[in-house]
């Protein structure tokens, strides 16, 4: 069946579009993960500055709560954090420092359904893509709709 210029224009375009789409998403992927991570490895960084680990402490039922993050060590000896928003370092007390980070820690969960969303996107758009031929000569389309099936189970 021969395609006229037109309708070939019209695949085209859509082809153009999903690519786009694909591309805006996976770039959308990256900077969450790196927000993701970059808190975490902050928190775990700190934690083993204190040599403790996230369940290694107890905190005390007692008058004197024992900090889970600090443990036994000096929570007023000071370490260097970048101030969110700016480039700038500056030098806080190690208890305030993890404080600030584990405030921000409940965004981590929506940030992770973000990921997720993300995620699932990214693979309907591959998908999308490969049924419309634009990448069958590199993936299969059997192949990546095996993909976009795959569950992960954590």
Known sequence: MELSSEQLQRKVEAVEFAAEELLIARRQLVESDKSRNGTREALTALRRQARTSKSSVLSSESDEKICRTCGDSDGSRPVWSLCPGA?????????????????????????????????STVKEKTFLLSEKGAIADVVSPSLVESFVKLKDRH
């Open 87 to 119: 480039d700038v370092f500056v030098r806080l007390p190690f208890h305030q420092v993890h404080c600030n980070l584990e405030r921000v820690f409940p965004a981590q969960v929506e940030l992770e359904t973000d990921v997720n969303r993300l995620q």
